[in-house]
C-alpha cells in the first residue's frame, strides 16, 4: 500500500517519504508486533534449553534508500527507492557473567556449517502485518536461540580446556532500560532535480581528457530503527542520511594509477552545498587530480610533516580511535596497544581527545556521528578518552572490559550486524596552538632542526585501513591523496604523488609539537567487524615531529594507448598532440 | 520445415551482397536504425580498434566482438500475504572479447594462468555501461574495456605461444571457429508490468499457506525481466534482439513429525506478464502444492533402494535436461578435464558411438515455439555469439550424431551449430522421442516385470523431481547439489516418489528420498519409454525456465538414497499463526 504510494510519487516532482503515524502515542504497529513476539519468546523459552536465556532483543532497522549513480554525464543504474527490513534477533542465554558470546577461540569450520546448513532464509514483512512480521520473529529468535545453545556448549567446553583468560570481565553488562520514542523523519526529495544534478556534476569530467574513469554518486537514506528487549527498552527513532560522492581516475604516464575522492555527508538536505558548490567540489577533484598526474613521484621519508584539516581527522581516527574500542581490549586475538594504559601518558601533554555522540554542531556544522542512543538502547555519553596526554578511558559497548563494566553508549552497527563498541563524533583538542601561517613556518623549522632537504604537508587522506589484530603487525597505513612537499630552502611547494603513511601509532602519536588555532571536521562513514556506521572526526591541523611515508605499489600498465573517444579527432577541442606538456600547460 | 528454412537462409545469402556489393552477410530482418545509441558506440570503437589499436612490436587484434547484455529486472516477495521485497533493478554491461593472433591460435582461453587453473569459460563479469543511451558516456567505457582487453589478449598470446612450445598439442583444433557473418534486429524490449496487480497476487497467493498450519514457512516470489542484447564484431555480425520473461514460484516447507522438512516449488512462467495464468490457475496450483506437501510429510520414509525406477513426464523433464546439459553440450576442446576442478567430459570424442539406448532420439531445436499446440519456452532465432539457430539431432537411435556447439571447436562438429549459450555450446528445447515406446499402462506393467525378474518386491515411481532455487528455501541442499556436480554425478530430490508392489501393483507415497544418477551411464539404461512426449519446464536459475519435451521412461538401475538420519528439531514454541489471536497489550 505505502509502497504504492512511492512508485506513483515518482511521476511527479516531488517525492516524500511517509511512514505511518502510529495509532496511538509513542507505539507503532510495528513496536507492538515486536512486543508481542517478545514477550511470547521470553516467557516459554527462558528455561527451553539447557543453558537459560537471560536476555532477548529484537532490533528491525527500515531503510528506504536513493541512489543515484552517473558517469560521463549519463545514469549508471535506475533510479528508484529501495526499502529494506533487517531484523536482527540477539539471544544471550548462560548468564551475565559468561554467556553464548563468550570469544572461545576456537571458531572453527563447524560454525560456518552450523551457520549454512539446514538455513531458511527469513523474509521480513516491509509491512505492517502483524502475523506475517510475528512469523519471521518466531522462525528467526527459533533458530537464534537454538544456535545460542550450541554456542553455549562450545563455550564451556573451551573454557575446560584451555588456559584462563587475562580478563575475567563479564559478557554483558547490565545496563538501565530506556524508553524513547521520536516521530518518523521523511524526507522530502526532488528526485527529477537530484538526477539531473547528479548527471550534470558527472558530465564536469568530461571536459578533463586525462580522467578516464570517473563517477558521481548521490545517496539519500531514511532509517526507521525499532529497539525492544526483554529488559524493557523500547526505542523508535529515525535518521536521515545524505551523501554525495565523486571518484576520478586516471593513470600517469609512467603506469601510476591515480585516484581521487571528495564528499560531502550531511543528515539534512540543506546542509548539502547549492549546485555551484557541489560542481565546485567535483571540479577540485578533477584539477587536483589532473594536477596528482604530472606531479613528481615521491620518495621514502622519514621526518616532519603536518597532517591538514580534515587530514589530521582521519589520522586520528585510523590511528587512534579505532584503538580506544573496548571490547578490542578483550579479545586475545587483537594487539591491544593501549590496553594497559589507562593513566599513562600516551600523546603530547597538550592534547586531549573525546568522543561525543550528543554533540550536534562544530562551529555551524552539523556532525555526523551524533545520535541520542546507540544500537544496544543505552544512551550516547560523552567519554573523554585523553586528557592532557594521559590516557583515560575506552569506547564501550556493552562487552564490558576490564576496570570498564558499563557501557558508554558507544555500541553501534549498520543494520544485520551486531553492535560492537565504535566511534560517533571523535574531537581532538589542544592547549597548544598557532596560527596555520605560523604552524607552516614551524614544519620548515623543524625540516631544518633535523637536517631534512624538505617536510611533507598532507592535506586529504582516503580512510586508509588500520591493523589493530595480533596477526598483523601493529601498524597503520594511510592512503594520503594530497601531498605536498615543502622545501627548508624556500623553493616553491612540490605537489608528490604515490605515497602512503606507515609506521606504528604510538610513536606517531607522541610526536605532536604544535597545533593549528582551528579546527576541522571530516564527515564520514565508518567501516568495521559491525559494518558502515556514520561518524565524524574533528582536530586541529597537526605538526608532527616524525612521520613514516613509503612508495604505494605502483602497477605497470601503460595508460591507455589511443585517446577518449571525446577527444579524438573530429571533437571539439582542438588538442591534437597527447603528450603531458601541452596539457600541463593547459591545466594551470 | 527445416529443410525449407535453410534454403531461404541460402536464399539471402546469395541475394544480400549482390544487392548491397558487400562482403557475404546474411540478413534475416532489416530494420535500419541510426538512432541506437548503442550500436553507433560499439562500431565508432570498433572501428577506430581496428584501424589503431596497435602496440609496438605486437599484432592488431584480428577479432573484435562487442555484446551489450541489458537487463531490467522488477522482483517481488511475499510471505503470510504481505510483501517482504519490493525492487527495480537495471543494468547494461559490456562484454567485450578481443583476440590477438588468428582463428588458429589465439589469444582465449588463458592457458596456465589462474583462469586456466579453474577452468573459466571466457570469464568475465563485464564492464558496467550508462544505461542511457549517451554516445560519447558509453563509448568512454567501450573504449577503456578495449584497451583492457587488447593488452591482457597480448599478454596471453604470448604465454600461450611459449606454453605450447615447451608443450606442444598434437592435432590441434584451432581457437576460434570461422562462420558466415549475420545481421538479424529485432526492436528491443522494455519491461512493462502492473506492479499493484502482482504486489496484490503475491500477497494473496502468499496468503494461501495461511490457511495451513502445517506449513512452517513459505514465500512466493515474482519477477519480471526484459532482456536486450547487442552484438557485433568485425566480421561483420551484428544482432540485436530483446525477450521478455516473466516467473512466479511459490515455495513451502512443511515438517512432518519427526522434525525432517519438506520443501516443494510451483512455478509459473511466461513473456510477457500479461500472458501469466490467471490468479484462479495460480491458487489452484498452489493449494495443490499444500496438499501435496502435507500428504508427503506424513508419508512413511524411504528405504535404500537400487533397481528400476519409472519416471512419468514430470519427473523425466529434470532428469534428462540435466543428464542431457552435462553430456551433449559444453564438450569442446577445453573441456579436457586439464584443469584442477574439471572431470573429464563425458561425450567428448563420442560422435559416431552409441551413448543411450537404441530406442532414443534426441533433437535439440532452439527454433521450436509449440510442441502440439502447447508453447514452448526457451526458444531463440540467434544464439549468444550471433549465430543462427539450429535444429540438430544429437542422438538417433542411441547413437551420439552431433554436440551443442558455439564457436569453440568441438572434434567431429563442423563449427557452431547456434547452440551459444554465454559462448559455451548448450542445450536449448530438446525433444526427447522413443521408437518402440508403449502407453502408461503397460509402461507401469514393464516396470513392475522388470522388478519381478530382478527380485524385487518394490519397484519405484518418481512423479516430480524438486526443482527451482532450492536456496530460496534450503541453504544445504544448495550446497549438497554443488558437491555432487563436482564429483561428476547428479543428485535430484523426488517431491513425490511413490513405492510400487511388485505382487498387486500398489503405489505408496514415500518421502525423504534422493535419487543419485550418473549421467553418461544413465541415457544407456532406459529401457523403456512411454508414447506420449509431453512438454515440461525446467528451471533455470532464479528468472528463467525452459521446456524439454519428453515421454516417460523406466530407468533400469537407479540408487534410490534413504533420507539421512539427521533432523532438525521443530521450533520449540507454537507458531504465532497458529495460536488463537493473543490480545495485543492494551
Given at each position: 500500500?505505502?509502497?504504492?504510494?512511492?512508485?506513483?510519487?515518482?511521476?511527479?516532482?516531488?517525492?516524500?517519504?511517509?511512514?505511518?503515524?502510529?495509532?496511538?502515542?509513542?507505539?507503532?504497529?510495528?513496536?507492538?508486533?515486536?512486543?508481542?513476539?517478545?514477550d511470547?519468546?521470553f516467557a516459554?523459552?527462558?528455561?527451553?534449553?539447557?543453558?537459560?536465556?537471560?536476555?532477548?532483543?529484537?532490533?528491525?532497522?527500515?531503510?528506504?534508500?536513493?541512489?543515484?549513480?552517473?558517469?560521463?554525464?549519463?545514469?549508471?543504474?535506475?533510479?528508484?527507492?529501495?526499502?529494506?527490513?533487517?531484523?536482527?534477533?540477539?539471544?544471550?542465554?548462560?548468564?551475565?557473567?559468561m554467556?553464548?558470546?563468550?570469544?572461545?577461540?576456537?571458531?572453527?569450520?563447524?560454525?560456518?556449517?552450523?551457520?549454512?546448513?539446514?538455513?531458511?532464509?527469513v523474509?521480513?514483512?516491509?509491512?505492517?502485518?502483524?502475523?506475517?512480521?510475528?512469523?519471521?520473529?518466531?522462525?528467526?529468535?527459533?533458530?537464534?536461540?537454538?544456535?545460542?545453545?550450541?554456542?553455549?556448549?562450545?563455550?564451556?567446553?573451551?573454557?575446560?580446556?584451555n588456559?584462563?583468560?587475562?580478563?575475567?570481565?563479564?559478557?554483558?553488562?547490565?545496563?538501565?532500560?530506556?524508553?524513547?520514542?521520536?516521530?518518523?523523519?521523511?524526507?522530502?526529495?526532488?528526485?527529477?532535480q537530484?538526477?539531473?544534478?547528479?548527471?550534470?556534476?558527472?558530465?564536469?569530467?568530461?571536459?578533463?581528457?586525462?580522467?578516464?574513469?570517473?563517477?558521481?554518486?548521490?545517496?539519500?537514506?531514511?532509517?526507521?530503527?525499532?529497539?525492544?528487549?526483554s529488559?524493557?527498552?523500547?526505542?523508535?527513532?529515525?535518521?536521515?542520511?545524505?551523501?554525495?560522492?565523486a571518484?576520478?581516475?586516471?593513470?600517469?604516464?609512467?603506469?601510476?594509477?591515480?585516484?581521487?575522492?571528495?564528499?560531502?555527508?550531511?543528515?539534512?538536505?540543506?546542509?548539502?552545498?547549492?549546485r555551484?558548490?557541489?560542481?565546485?567540489?567535483v571540479?577540485?577533484?578533477?584539477?587536483?587530480?589532473?594536477?596528482?598526474?604530472?606531479?613528481?613521484?615521491?620518495?621514502?621519508?622519514?621526518?616532519?610533516?603536518?597532517?591538514?584539516?580534515?587530514?589530521?581527522?582521519?589520522?586520528?581516527?585510523?590511528?587512534?580511535?579505532?584503538?580506544?574500542?573496548?571490547?578490542?581490549?578483550?579479545?586475545?586475538k587483537?594487539?591491544?596497544?593501549?590496553?594497559?594504559?589507562?593513566?599513562?601518558?600516551?600523546?603530547?601533554?597538550?592534547?586531549?581527545?573525546?568522543?561525543?555522540?550528543?554533540?550536534?554542531?562544530?562551529?555551524?556544522?552539523?556532525?555526523?556521528?551524533?545520535?541520542?542512543?546507540d544500537?544496544?538502547?543505552?544512551?550516547?555519553?560523552?567519554?573523554?578518552?585523553?586528557?592532557?596526554?594521559?590516557?583515560?578511558?575506552?569506547?564501550?559497548?556493552?562487552?564490558?572490559?576490564?576496570?570498564?563494566?558499563?557501557?558508554?553508549?558507544?555500541?553501534?552497527?549498520?543494520?544485520?550486524?551486531?553492535?560492537?563498541?565504535?566511534?560517533?563524533?571523535?574531537?581532538?583538542?589542544?592547549?597548544?596552538?598557532?596560527?596555520?601561517?605560523?604552524?607552516?613556518a614551524?614544519?620548515?623549522?623543524?625540516?631544518?632542526?633535523?637536517g631534512?632537504?624538505?617536510?611533507?604537508?598532507?592535506?586529504?587522506?582516503?580512510?586508509?585501513?588500520?591493523?589493530?589484530?595480533?596477526?598483523?603487525?601493529?601498524?597503520?597505513?594511510?592512503?594520503?591523496?594530497?601531498?605536498?612537499?615543502?622545501?627548508?630552502?624556500?623553493?616553491?611547494?612540490?605537489?608528490?604523488?604515490?605515497?602512503?603513511?606507515?609506521?606504528?601509532?604510538l610513536?606517531?602519536?607522541?610526536?605532536?609539537?604544535?597545533?593549528?588555532?582551528?579546527?576541522?571536521?571530516?564527515?564520514g562513514?565508518?567501516?568495521?567487524?559491525?559494518?558502515?556506521?556514520?561518524?565524524?572526526?574533528?582536530?586541529?591541523?597537526?605538526?608532527?615531529?616524525?612521520?613514516?611515508?613509503?612508495?604505494?605499489?605502483k602497477?605497470q600498465?601503460?595508460?591507455?594507448?589511443?585517446?577518449?573517444?571525446?577527444?579524438?579527432?573530429?571533437?571539439?577541442?582542438?588538442?591534437?598532440?597527447?603528450?603531458?606538456?601541452?596539457?600541463?600547460?593547459?591545466?594551470? | 520445415?527445416?529443410?525449407?528454412?535453410?534454403?531461404?537462409?541460402?536464399c539471402?545469402?546469395?541475394?544480400?551482397?549482390?544487392?548491397l556489393?558487400?562482403?557475404?552477410?546474411c540478413?534475416?530482418?532489416?530494420?535500419?536504425d541510426?538512432?541506437?545509441?548503442?550500436?553507433?558506440?560499439?562500431?565508432?570503437?570498433?572501428?577506430?580498434?581496428?584501424?589503431?589499436?596497435?602496440?609496438d612490436?605486437?599484432?592488431?587484434?584480428?577479432?573484435?566482438?562487442?555484446?551489450?547484455?541489458?537487463?531490467?529486472?522488477?522482483?517481488?516477495?511475499?510471505?503470510?500475504?504481505?510483501?517482504?521485497?519490493?525492487?527495480?533493478?537495471?543494468?547494461?554491461?559490456?562484454?567485450?572479447?578481443l583476440?590477438?593472433?588468428?582463428?588458429?591460435?589465439?589469444?582465449?582461453?588463458?592457458g596456465?594462468?589462474?583462469?586456466?587453473?579453474?577452468?573459466?569459460?571466457?570469464?568475465?563479469?563485464?564492464?558496467?555501461?550508462?544505461?542511457?543511451?549517451?554516445?560519447?558516456?558509453?563509448?568512454?567505457?567501450v573504449?577503456?574495456?578495449?584497451?583492457?582487453?587488447?593488452?591482457?589478449?597480448?599478454?596471453?598470446?604470448?604465454?600461450?605461444?611459449?606454453?605450447?612450445?615447451?608443450?606442444?598439442?598434437?592435432?590441434?583444433?584451432?581457437?576460434?571457429t570461422?562462420?558466415?557473418?549475420?545481421?538479424?534486429?529485432?526492436?528491443?524490449?522494455?519491461?512493462?508490468?502492473?506492479e499493484?496487480?502482482?504486489?496484490?497476487?503475491?500477497?494473496?497467493?502468499?496468503?494461501?499457506?495461511?490457511?495451513?498450519?502445517?506449513?512452517?514457512?513459505?514465500?512466493?516470489?515474482?519477477?519480471?525481466?526484459?532482456?536486450?542484447?547487442?552484438?557485433?564484431?568485425?566480421?561483420?555480425?551484428?544482432?540485436?534482439?530483446?525477450?521478455?520473461?516473466?516467473?512466479?514460484?511459490?515455495?513451502?516447507?512443511?515438517?512432518?513429525?519427526?522434525?525432517?522438512?519438506?520443501?516443494?516449488?510451483?512455478?509459473?512462467?511466461?513473456?510477457?506478464?500479461?500472458?501469466?495464468?490467471?490468479?484462479?490457475?495460480?491458487?489452484?496450483r498452489?493449494?495443490?502444492?499444500?496438499k501435496?506437501?502435507?500428504?508427503?510429510?506424513?508419508?512413511?520414509?524411504a528405504?535404500?533402494?537400487?533397481?528400476?525406477?519409472?519416471?512419468?513426464?514430470?519427473?523425466?523433464?529434470?532428469?534428462?535436461?540435466?543428464?542431457?546439459?552435462?553430456?551433449?553440450?559444453?564438450?569442446?576442446?577445453?573441456?579436457?578435464?586439464?584443469?584442477?576442478?574439471?572431470h573429464?567430459?563425458?561425450?567428448?570424442?563420442?560422435?559416431?558411438?552409441r551413448?543411450?539406448?537404441?530406442?532414443?532420439?534426441?533433437?535439440?531445436?532452439?527454433?521450436?515455439?509449440?510442441?502440439?499446440?502447447?508453447?514452448?519456452?526457451?526458444?531463440?532465432?540467434?544464439?549468444?555469439?550471433?549465430?543462427?539457430?539450429?535444429?540438430?539431432?544429437?542422438i538417433?537411435?542411441?547413437?551420439?550424431?552431433?554436440?551443442?556447439?558455439?564457436?569453440?571447436?568441438?572434434?567431429?562438429?563442423?563449427?557452431?551449430?547456434?547452440?551459444?549459450?554465454?559462448?559455451?555450446?548448450?542445450?536449448?528445447?530438446?525433444?526427447?522421442?522413443?521408437?518402440?515406446s508403449?502407453?502408461?499402462?503397460?509402461l507401469?506393467?514393464k516396470?513392475?516385470?522388470?522388478?519381478?525378474?530382478?527380485?524385487?518386491?518394490?519397484?519405484?515411481?518418481?512423479?516430480?523431481?524438486?526443482?527451482?532455487?532450492?536456496?530460496?528455501?534450503?541453504?544445504?541442499?544448495?550446497?549438497?547439489?554443488?558437491?555432487?556436480k563436482?564429483?561428476?554425478?547428479?543428485s535430484?530430490?523426488?517431491?513425490?516418489?511413490?513405492r510400487?508392489?511388485?505382487?498387486?501393483?500398489?503405489?505408496e507415497?514415500?518421502?525423504?528420498?534422493s535419487?543419485?544418477?550418473?549421467?553418461?551411464?544413465?541415457l544407456?539404461?532406459?529401457?523403456?519409454?512411454g508414447?506420449?512426449?509431453?512438454?515440461?519446464?525446467?528451471?533455470?536459475?532464479?528468472?528463467?525456465?525452459?521446456?524439454?519435451v519428453?515421454?516417460?521412461?523406466?530407468?533400469?538401475?537407479?540408487?534410490?538414497?534413504e533420507?539421512?538420519?539427521?533432523?532438525?528439531?521443530?521450533?520449540?514454541?507454537?507458531?504465532?499463526?497458529?495460536?488463537?489471536?493473543?490480545?495485543?497489550?492494551?
Amino acid at each position: 500500500m505505502k509502497l504504492a504510494v512511492f512508485r506513483a510519487c515518482l511521476a511527479f516532482l516531488v517525492l516524500t517519504t511517509t511512514f505511518p503515524l502510529p495509532v496511538r502515542a509513542e507505539e507503532s504497529p510495528v513496536m507492538r508486533s515486536l512486543k508481542t513476539e517478545l514477550d511470547r519468546s521470553f516467557a516459554r523459552l527462558k528455561k527451553a534449553g539447557d543453558a537459560p536465556l537471560y536476555y532477548l532483543g529484537y532490533r528491525l532497522y527500515d531503510t528506504t534508500t536513493y541512489y543515484i549513480s552517473a558517469e560521463y554525464g549519463a545514469l549508471t543504474g535506475e533510479v528508484e527507492p529501495v526499502r529494506r527490513r533487517t531484523l536482527n534477533v540477539d539471544v544471550r542465554v548462560g548468564s551475565h557473567q559468561m554467556d553464548n558470546t563468550h570469544r572461545s577461540g576456537n571458531s572453527g569450520m563447524f560454525n560456518v556449517l552450523d551457520a549454512l546448513s539446514g538455513q531458511t532464509q527469513v523474509y521480513v514483512p516491509m509491512e505492517d502485518n502483524d502475523l506475517a512480521l510475528r512469523h519471521a520473529l518466531w522462525l528467526q529468535t527459533d533458530r537464534t536461540f537454538k544456535r545460542a545453545q550450541q554456542q553455549y556448549s562450545r563455550v564451556m567446553a573451551s573454557r575446560d580446556v584451555n588456559v584462563t583468560e587475562e580478563d575475567k570481565s563479564n559478557d554483558f553488562s547490565r545496563e538501565e532500560p530506556s524508553r524513547y520514542f521520536e516521530p518518523a523523519k521523511s524526507i522530502s526529495l526532488n528526485l527529477d532535480q537530484w538526477t539531473r544534478t547528479t548527471k550534470n556534476l558527472s558530465g564536469i569530467f568530461r571536459k578533463y581528457k586525462d580522467i578516464y574513469a570517473s563517477s558521481v554518486v548521490f545517496t539519500a537514506k531514511v532509517t526507521r530503527r525499532y529497539l525492544v528487549n526483554s529488559e524493557g527498552t523500547s526505542i523508535e527513532d529515525s535518521r536521515t542520511d545524505f551523501r554525495i560522492y565523486a571518484m576520478a581516475q586516471a593513470r600517469a604516464e609512467d603506469g601510476m594509477n591515480l585516484w581521487l575522492y571528495d564528499d560531502i555527508d550531511a543528515t539534512s538536505l540543506e546542509e548539502l552545498p547549492d549546485r555551484d558548490g557541489l560542481a565546485e567540489l567535483v571540479k577540485r577533484t578533477a584539477d587536483n587530480l589532473d594536477r596528482l598526474r604530472t606531479a613528481s613521484v615521491a620518495q621514502p621519508y622519514v621526518g616532519p610533516a603536518i597532517l591538514r584539516s580534515r587530514a589530521a581527522g582521519v589520522f586520528f581516527h585510523e590511528v587512534f580511535g579505532h584503538r580506544m574500542e573496548g571490547h578490542r581490549q578483550k579479545d586475545e586475538k587483537e594487539g591491544r596497544t593501549f590496553t594497559k594504559s589507562v593513566g599513562q601518558q600516551v600523546m603530547s601533554p597538550f592534547i586531549s581527545v573525546y568522543d561525543d555522540p550528543t554533540q550536534e554542531l562544530m562551529g555551524d556544522l552539523h556532525l555526523n556521528g551524533t545520535y541520542k542512543y546507540d544500537d544496544e538502547g543505552v544512551p550516547a555519553q560523552r567519554v573523554t578518552l585523553v586528557d592532557k596526554g594521559v590516557l583515560k578511558s575506552f569506547l564501550m559497548s556493552r562487552s564490558p572490559v576490564e576496570g570498564f563494566p558499563k557501557s558508554n553508549g558507544h555500541g553501534r552497527c549498520a543494520p544485520s550486524r551486531d553492535p560492537v563498541a565504535r566511534m560517533g563524533n571523535l574531537i581532538v583538542e589542544s592547549e597548544k596552538t598557532v596560527p596555520y601561517d605560523q604552524l607552516r613556518a614551524m614544519l620548515i623549522e623543524e625540516v631544518k632542526r633535523q637536517g631534512k632537504e624538505y617536510g611533507l604537508i598532507f592535506d586529504d587522506i582516503a580512510g586508509g585501513f588500520t591493523l589493530t589484530t595480533t596477526s598483523a603487525p601493529q601498524v597503520y597505513s594511510l592512503q594520503p591523496l594530497v601531498v605536498t612537499r615543502v622545501f627548508a630552502d624556500g623553493r616553491p611547494d612540490e605537489l608528490v604523488r604515490g605515497v602512503k603513511i606507515v609506521g606504528t601509532p604510538l610513536t606517531a602519536l607522541e610526536k605532536i609539537i604544535c597545533t593549528s588555532d582551528k579546527t576541522d571536521t571530516f564527515n564520514g562513514v565508518c567501516g568495521a567487524e559491525s559494518g558502515m556506521v556514520p561518524v565524524s572526526a574533528s582536530s586541529p591541523s597537526l605538526l608532527v615531529g616524525t612521520l613514516e611515508v613509503e612508495l604505494k605499489d605502483k602497477r605497470q600498465d601503460k595508460p591507455p594507448l589511443l585517446p577518449p573517444p571525446l577527444f579524438d579527432g573530429d571533437g571539439s577541442d582542438d588538442e591534437h598532440t597527447t603528450g603531458p606538456e601541452a596539457d600541463e600547460k593547459g591545466s594551470k | 520445415m527445416t529443410e525449407l528454412k535453410i534454403i531461404y537462409r541460402v536464399c539471402l545469402l546469395v541475394l544480400i551482397p549482390l544487392i548491397l556489393g558487400v562482403s557475404p552477410v546474411c540478413a534475416f530482418t532489416e530494420t535500419p536504425d541510426e538512432d541506437d545509441a548503442v550500436f553507433t558506440a560499439l562500431e565508432d570503437e570498433m572501428s577506430r580498434t581496428q584501424k589503431r589499436l596497435k602496440l609496438d612490436n605486437h599484432e592488431k587484434p584480428y577479432f573484435v566482438q562487442y555484446k551489450v547484455i541489458e537487463s531490467d529486472i522488477y522482483y517481488l516477495a511475499a510471505s503470510c500475504g504481505a510483501i517482504s521485497q519490493d525492487r527495480r533493478s537495471r543494468s547494461r554491461r559490456l562484454y567485450t572479447d578481443l583476440r590477438v593472433g588468428d582463428y588458429k591460435l589465439d589469444s582465449s582461453g588463458g592457458g596456465s594462468g589462474l583462469s586456466g587453473l579453474f577452468g573459466s569459460k571466457s570469464g568475465t563479469s563485464g564492464r558496467q555501461l550508462p544505461i542511457e543511451d549517451d554516445y560519447y558516456a558509453i563509448r568512454q567505457e567501450v573504449w577503456l574495456d578495449t584497451d583492457d582487453a587488447y593488452k591482457k589478449a597480448i599478454e596471453t598470446y604470448e604465454e600461450k605461444k611459449s606454453h605450447l612450445k615447451s608443450n606442444p598439442e598434437q592435432d590441434r583444433l584451432g581457437d576460434w571457429t570461422r562462420e558466415k557473418p549475420v545481421v538479424f534486429i529485432k526492436p528491443s524490449v522494455k519491461l512493462e508490468v502492473d506492479e499493484k496487480k502482482w504486489k496484490d497476487a503475491t500477497r494473496k497467493l502468499s496468503a494461501l499457506f495461511l490457511k495451513y498450519p502445517e506449513v512452517e514457512n513459505s514465500v512466493v516470489v515474482f519477477s519480471a525481466q526484459a532482456g536486450n542484447a547487442w552484438l557485433i564484431n568485425n566480421e561483420g555480425f551484428k544482432h540485436r534482439d530483446g525477450k521478455l520473461q516473466t516467473v512466479l514460484s511459490a515455495s513451502a516447507k512443511v515438517r512432518a513429525e519427526d522434525g525432517k522438512t519438506y520443501t516443494d516449488v510451483e512455478f509459473f512462467t511466461s513473456l510477457s506478464s500479461q500472458d501469466m495464468p490467471s490468479i484462479e490457475v495460480m491458487e489452484k496450483r498452489v493449494d495443490g502444492l499444500v496438499k501435496r506437501l502435507i500428504r508427503v510429510s506424513r508419508a512413511p520414509l524411504a528405504e535404500e533402494f537400487s533397481g528400476p525406477v519409472l519416471f512419468s513426464p514430470e519427473a523425466a523433464g529434470p532428469l534428462l535436461h540435466a543428464t542431457l546439459s552435462q553430456t551433449v553440450a559444453g564438450a569442446n576442446e577445453k573441456s579436457g578435464g586439464e584443469s584442477l576442478f574439471q572431470h573429464a567430459h563425458p561425450f567428448k570424442n563420442k560422435i559416431g558411438s552409441r551413448v543411450a539406448s537404441r530406442m532414443l532420439t534426441v533433437v535439440d531445436n532452439p527454433n521450436a515455439t509449440d510442441f502440439k499446440g502447447q508453447k514452448l519456452f526457451g526458444s531463440y532465432e540467434v544464439d549468444d555469439d550471433g549465430v543462427p539457430a539450429q535444429e540438430i539431432t544429437l542422438i538417433e537411435r542411441g547413437v551420439l550424431k552431433t554436440l551443442c556447439t558455439s564457436r569453440i571447436p568441438t572434434r567431429g562438429v563442423d563449427g557452431s551449430n547456434g547452440h551459444s549459450g554465454n559462448g559455451v555450446g548448450t542445450v536449448s528445447i530438446l525433444m526427447v522421442s522413443a521408437d518402440p515406446s508403449v502407453n502408461a499402462k503397460k509402461l507401469k506393467k514393464k516396470l513392475i516385470d522388470l522388478g519381478k525378474e530382478q527380485g524385487y518386491d518394490y519397484v519405484y515411481i518418481a512423479r516430480r523431481i524438486a526443482q527451482m532455487p532450492d536456496w530460496l528455501m534450503n541453504m544445504g541442499a544448495a550446497i549438497s547439489s554443488v558437491f555432487s556436480k563436482i564429483q561428476g554425478s547428479l543428485s535430484l530430490q523426488p517431491t513425490e516418489l511413490y513405492r510400487v508392489s511388485v505382487t498387486n501393483g500398489k503405489e505408496e507415497l514415500v518421502r525423504g528420498a534422493s535419487i543419485l544418477v550418473q549421467p553418461s551411464r544413465l541415457l544407456r539404461d532406459i529401457s523403456a519409454a512411454g508414447n506420449e512426449q509431453k512438454p515440461v519446464l525446467v528451471a533455470q536459475g532464479q528468472y528463467n525456465a525452459m521446456s524439454i519435451v519428453v515421454p516417460a521412461v523406466i530407468v533400469r538401475d537407479v540408487d534410490i538414497q534413504e533420507p539421512s538420519k539427521k533432523a532438525e528439531k521443530p521450533p520449540i514454541l507454537p507458531s504465532p499463526l497458529s495460536i488463537p489471536e493473543a490480545s495485543p497489550s492494551p
